[in-house]
Structures are given as C-alpha cells and as structure tokens.
C-alpha cells in the first residue's frame, strides 16, 4: 500500500484575493460562532423574474443602499478584526436558474441552455435535481424518505400549495450570533425581497445545542473532518496531515484543453462553462433524525456498552476522538490539553498506516494491516476512507468524492424523560457542497453510505451493509439480516467469530426536504441581475 | 458454523449484462488503433501498467468485471478479434448498423459481464486519466449521424471536443446507453450469484490465493489447444 508524503511546508499554490473576493463565504468557512441559522426557501412568480434579477443585483457585495448582502470569502482571507453581524449565501435551483436566465420564447437556446451544454457533467444531476426518482433511488431517498414525501413539516409556509408541485427556486442560508440577531437580519431580508418579489414557501431554522455549536442530536461532536482544499486551507500545512483536496472540486474551474500526463496533478474533470466558474453546487438536505431509536439500539447491551457501540458506528468517539488512535475510551480531553500539536490530531489518523503527525499511534486489534478499530460500516471511514485503497473508487485519498458540509441541528434537544419528546421534529439541515454532484455527492451516497461490498479488505459479517447513522429503510422485500445489522471487529479480523453483531438496525434518518442549488459566484450573481452569461473565450 | 443459501442480493452483488452494438465510421480495413486500444483496454483490466502511467493499479474491484468480449462486423477478408470459427454460420451473426447520410457504417460488438451498477462501472474506467484516453480513441472511431446531433452533449463529438472522456462521465454513461441493448437493471441468472470481483479478492475469506494467482500485472498465460468439436457433416 502506498503512503502519502508528508505535506509540504506550505500550499503551493495560494488563491489570489480575487478568487475570495468572487466566491461565497460558505465554500470556506463554516461560520463557526454564527451558531443561529435560518433557511428560507422562496418560490419566483414568472411574473415577477425581473424584480428577483434586480435583488441578485442589490445582492452584490458592497451595493450602495442595501440592506444585506451575500457574503463572499473576502473577510476571512483580509483577515480583518471587525466581524460581520451575519453571513448570508444564496442557492439557486434548477428551476430558478431556468427563469433568472430565461429568453424571450423565440430565442434559443436559453442562456441555461448554454450554460448546460458547455458544462454536461456539471449540470445534468442539477437539471433533474433532487427530487426525480432516478436520483432519489441513487441516494437512498426510498420508502418514507421519498419526494412525493418531502416538505411536509411545520416549515412549509405556502399551505395552500402542494410541495412537490411548487417551483422551489431560491434557498438563503442566514447565519446570525443570536436568535435576536436572525430574526433582525432576516426580518431585514424579507422586507428587501418585498412582497412582490419571491414568495416564501419553506423556512427552517438551526439552533445550536451547545455553546459552541459544535454537537448534533446524536450526540456527536460534529463538523471535525472537512477537506483541506489547497489553496484555500487555513490550517498550519506544518501539522496538518489532511491531504490536499484540488479546489477545482469545491470552486468550479474554467475549462481548458486537458493533454492526459500522469505527471502532473489531474485536471478537472469537467468541462464548465464561465457563468460556472468561481461557483459550486450542492445538496439541501432536510434530514430528521430519530434519537429514541439510535438511544435504543446503542443501548442493547447496557448502558456500559452504549458509547462503544456509538464510537463504532460513527468512527469517532461521541466528543470526536477518533477511535483509530484511542478505540477504548475517548482522549479528546487529554488531546486537546496538550500542546498546540494536539488540536490537529482529531484529524491526524489513517486507517491503513499512520498518519505523520498521528498520535498517539494506534494499538491495533488483531491484524495491523487492517485498521479494524474503526470499522468499515462506520460512517466517517466510509465516508472519508482515507488511505485505504481496498475501498472501490478510492485511489486518491478519497479527494475525488470529498463534500464540504455546512449542515447544523434544528429541533428541539432529545430528553429521554419526556415522553412526547421522541415525536418531536428534530435532525439535520444543511447543504453537501461539492462541483460534481453526481461523482461527489452522489457518489458518496450511493456507493459508500447505502451499499456495502465496497472493499476487498473488509470481512466484517455483513460486508458493511448500511451506513449505521442511517439505518436502512424499510423494503416490500425481506431484508436479509446482512442490511439490518452492524457488526464491528474485537480482534482479529480474518476470524467471524471476532466480530460483535448487533441485530435489528434502525432507519435512524428520514430525508424530509432535498434541493440541489447552484452556489453562484459574485460575477454569476452579478450575471443574474441581468440574465446573462460571460460569453465563451476560447 | 452452518451458512445459510444466498436468498438477497444487494445490488453491489448483482452481476448485469453490457451488450454494446457501437456504429463505427466506415474504413477500407480495420484501423490500427481500433485493434491497439481492444488489447490495451484488455490489458489495463488485467492490471497491465501502461505507458506513462504512475503504477499498475488493481481496476478489477472498481470495473467489477468478470467477462468481456469484442467483436468487429468489418468488410469482406478482415479478420475480427472475436475468436470467431473457421467455418461461419449460414447467416450473419450481427447486422451492421443502416447507412447513415455520409455513408455506410461498420460495427463494433462489445459485450461484457460486471458488477454492480452501470455508473460506477463506467465511472472506474472514466476515474483514471490512461483509461480514458483509450476510451477517447474508441468515440473518435464512432459515426453517430443521424443517431444524435453533434451538439448534443452525450455526442461522441461533443466529448472529445470538450476534454474527452475524462471530463464527461456520465455523458459517456448516456452515449454507451443509447447503443447497450442490455437492461443495466436487469440481473443476469449467474450460475453462482453474488461471487463479485470484491469477494473473490478479499484480502482474507476470498478466494484461496486469489492475488497470487490473478496478480498484477497478470502473469502471460499459455493456453493449452483445445479440441474442436466434429465437423458438420457432408450429405451423403
């Protein structure tokens, strides 16, 4: 197995400030401290196309006299000290985008059209979008998670209009330090929208369940892993041994001719159109998740055996610690007290040898060549499988498949003790950004999260079934017990008789809401005002 | 320990059916490179490390391909590569495809026997640089006139004018759709159902020695004759 080097002393290549000041704020920041977020999801009249072109234009970065703008990356590259009262992103659906760039009827083709046919790889998963049958069936958007199902919690605003046949067109991401501050500034935006303008249909927000803003309704601590984009990375390259993800899979690049030479890094692997460029897309996910049940299942064997059981299942201990370098107890206390070094080790880990910096090293169970502390089925490793290799499609450290997720709780906080509390609507809301939604998103989805059999190295009982954060859904057809089980390694993992099996796996998250959104960059958005396009320079 | 018979099959363990009749551009003889890029795609699944390329890396588990076969309807006196008998049935075996507006066609059968599903098939060939610039040579032979227009972006056209393969997987996924007459849903009656590529390679509880005997790149095989059945018979 070959072993990545170690990173360079610093990122080759740098973005210049034009880049940040093109790009939204979203694709490289989590917003971190703006724990208080409110999604809103609007509908565009056909009669009213040219009054939302004329908000795309007040939207723009420093436009005189408007009362919010999108937030692009330039801040956090400035490095200034005075921090924004709120961030604020917009994504614009297939259907949106075909009106904001629709042409008089006799013109054709559209400025969609042409954006779509320079840029098929990009857009083809976006024109059908999240809601056709194909992609559903593809992302595991089955049985109670299907379309005809979505929309139908208590955000849902248009009530007297049937969801899934309601144009869903626009989506802001509002993030604010204080519930105060979001309802302010996104009383602000409403009123800037106006009334005769986009009609909102959907509306959700995401509080935070601990100060930090840092914990989901399992309990986990989230948002530990993302990719350190080059060029783009914050992080000290001295310490962190995250490989470096291209940016070209996080902010679309203009297309170039392309000569194949294994020597050089890989292209893009699209071609975009320059309306595209500095943009990226993503997947809006409503997704409730069922804390009674996941309490339950961790909880079969005993309360004693409940977090191991919970490490096993995500890969990472409940406080983050992965349990590839500690798989008895979590460390992130003893971790993160330490030097500043230490704060890189919730990241520092592989699963087929060490990572440079990884500590402390990992005792490993049984045979070393298999990092079975970590299982196979659990989510982060099938997620990000790292440097393991024997996982189909991974011959790059996983870059090629990487998102980005910018997804928060909503929902009130799961208490055990009250029982009405397990038919609260609660989970996880946010967007899965990367540029190629079918070989990122969709890939993950389908050949990693929802199937098993995805690699030669894992002899676990039942090949990985289900990811278990997810469970399966229910099926016409008897489940074999290999999809409703998780098993997990407790020694050597050649023998069957090592592995501890839980029966009975759970549907843990149901899809209640999915979009796909074109994430446009400042020069697109500023397109839009007008509904036009860059012309192609060849 | 007693193992239960397989009753379900997950799609990963599925094997389907690819059933390619591919219009290709008519020529006097069969073009070199149209013969180099069958072998050198062969090659490439049995591990071989190509020209240029950084290691030979195992595509078996990704392609999840178990069987393929090629086979060319060529003009008059040129042998195909399909290892068609000495004595030809009284009829064609495929029919090339209708003239189109520029002129006839020839046509390039490929079939084949995989894993999983049709995307991440394709997709393991389109994921690396070398396989698709084999994949490249195979659309640069194709003639699609009338079939779809070269501003359509599944084109064969319109993929090698916009980076080839590599940049355009899934119109590459919908060009191979439009000429496959094989349900890609559709599982085919395996003899030993769910014996996939991953399970017979599996790093332990695989088949026995499965990376010693299929390495890679894979060793040359001698292939002992084979005895020919009877020859039809004579009227008397």
């Given at each position: 197995m070959k072993k990545k080097t170690s990173a360079p002393k610093s990122d080759q290549a740098t973005a210049a400030q034009a880049d940040y000041d093109d790009i939204q704020g979203l694709l490289v920041n989590g917003y971190r401290g703006y724990n208080y977020i409110r999604f809103l999801i609007f509908t565009i009249p056909d009669a009213n196309i040219q009054v939302v072109r004329d908000l795309c234009g007040k939207l723009v970065?420093?436009?005189?006299?408007?009362?919010l703008t999108i937030s692009a990356a330039t801040r956090w590259f400035s490095k200034q000290t005075t921090k924004p009262p709120y961030r604020l992103n917009l994504g614009v659906t297939n259907t949106g985008l075909k009106k904001l760039l629709s042409s008089p009827?006799?013109?054709?083709?559209?400025n969609y059209e042409t954006v779509y046919n320079k840029s098929y790889q990009l857009m083809n998963r976006f024109d059908v979008g999240a809601a056709d049958p194909n992609t559903a069936l593809r992302v595991g958007d089955?049985?109670?998670?299907?379309?005809?199902?979505?929309?139908?919690?208590?955000?849902?605003?248009?009530?007297?209009?049937?969801p899934t046949k309601t144009d869903l067109d626009l989506l802001f991401s509002l993030y604010a330090p204080s519930a105060k501050e979001r309802d302010k500034w996104s009383g602000k935006l409403m009123k800037m929208i106006g009334s005769n303008s986009a009609i909102l249909a959907f509306q959700q927000d995401s509080d935070p369940l601990d100060p930090a803003g840092q914990k989901i309704h399992f309990g986990y601590r989230d948002g530990i892993s993302q990719p350190r984009i080059e060029g783009f990375s914050e992080a000290d390259p001295e310490l962190d041994d995250r490989p470096k993800v291209a940016s070209w899979h996080f902010m679309i690049e203009e297309t170039k001719p392309i000569q194949p030479n294994p020597k050089l890094p890989p292209p893009p692997n699209y071609t975009a159109h320059p309306f595209l460029k500095n943009g990226s897309f993503a997947a809006f996910r409503l997704l409730a998740q069922d804390v009674k049940r996941f309490e339950d299942f961790i909880n079969q064997k005993g309360p004693k055996q409940a977090e191991l059981i919970a490490s096993k299942m995500a890969g990472?201990?409940?406080?983050?610690?992965p349990i590839e370098v500690s798989?008895?107890?979590?460390?992130n206390k003893h971790l993160l007290g330490?030097?500043?070094?230490?704060?890189y080790h919730l990241n520092n880990f592989d699963y087929v040898s060490p990572a440079q910096h990884q500590e402390p090293k990992p005792a490993p169970l049984g045979n070393p060549d298999i990092g079975q502390a970590c299982p196979y089925g659990a989510h982060v490793r099938r997620a990000n499988p790292r440097d393991d290799e024997s996982v189909i499609g991974n011959a790059d450290m996983a870059s090629a498949h990487r998102v980005l997720r910018r997804a928060r709780p909503y929902g009130p906080p799961y208490n055990p003790k009250d029982p009405k509390s397990a038919q609260q609507d609660r989970g996880l809301v946010g967007l899965f950004i990367g540029a190629d939604l079918s070989n990122q998103f969709e890939f993950l989805m389908n050949t990693w999260v929802t199937n098993g059999h995805f690699s030669t190295g894992d002899n676990s009982p039942n090949s990985s079934g289900y990811d278990p954060l997810f469970g399966p859904p229910p099926s016409e057809l008897p489940l074999p017990s290999s999809l409703t089980e998780f098993s997990y390694c407790v020694g050597d993992p050649a023998h069957p008789a090592d592995y501890e099996t839980l029966p009975g796996l759970p549907q843990l998250i149901l899809t209640k809401g999915g979009l796909y959104v074109f994430l446009p960059s400042i020069s697109a958005l500023r397109h839009l005002s007008s509904g036009t396009i860059p012309s192609v320079t060849q | 320990m007693s193992t239960a018979p397989i009753t379900y099959l997950t799609t990963p363990e599925q094997q389907h059916l690819l059933f390619l009749c591919l219009p290709l551009k008519e020529t006097p003889s069969l073009p070199k490179p149209t013969v180099d890029l069958v072998s050198a795609l062969g090659s490439m699944l049995a591990g071989k490390q190509l020209d240029g390329a950084p290691t030979a890396f195992d595509s078996r588990p990704a392609t999840g391909v178990h069987f393929t076969m090629s086979f060319a309807q060529w003009a008059p006196g040129v042998n195909p590569w399909f290892p068609a008998p000495s004595l030809p049935p009284p009829f064609p075996i495929f029919q090339v495809p209708p003239p189109s507006s520029k002129g006839k066609r020839n046509l390039l059968v490929v079939m084949a026997i995989y894993d999983a599903d049709f995307g991440p098939y394709i997709g393991a060939f389109t994921n690396s640089q070398a396989f698709s610039a084999l994949l490249d040579l195979v659309l640069l032979n194709l003639d699609e006139t009338d079939f779809v227009s070269d501003d359509d972006p599944t084109s064969a056209v319109n993929i090698l004018a916009n980076n080839g393969t590599y940049a355009n997987p899934d119109a590459l996924v919908q060009l191979l759709m439009r000429y496959n007459h094989a349900d890609p849903t559709a599982p085919i009656t395996a003899i030993f159902p769910g014996l996939t590529d991953t399970k017979i390679l599996k790093t332990s509880g695989g088949y026995p020695d499965a990376n010693q005997l299929w390495p890679l790149p894979q060793a040359k095989i001698a292939f002992a004759p084979s005895v020919p059945p009877p020859k039809p018979r004579q009227p008397l």
């Open positions: 970065p420093g436009t005189a006299g408007s009362a009827a006799d013109i054709r083709p559209t089955t049985g109670p998670s299907a379309p005809a199902l979505w929309w139908k919690s208590a955000g849902w605003i248009l009530k007297n209009q049937d990472r201990w409940r406080d983050g610690t798989p008895n107890k979590p460390e330490q030097s500043l070094l230490n704060q | -």
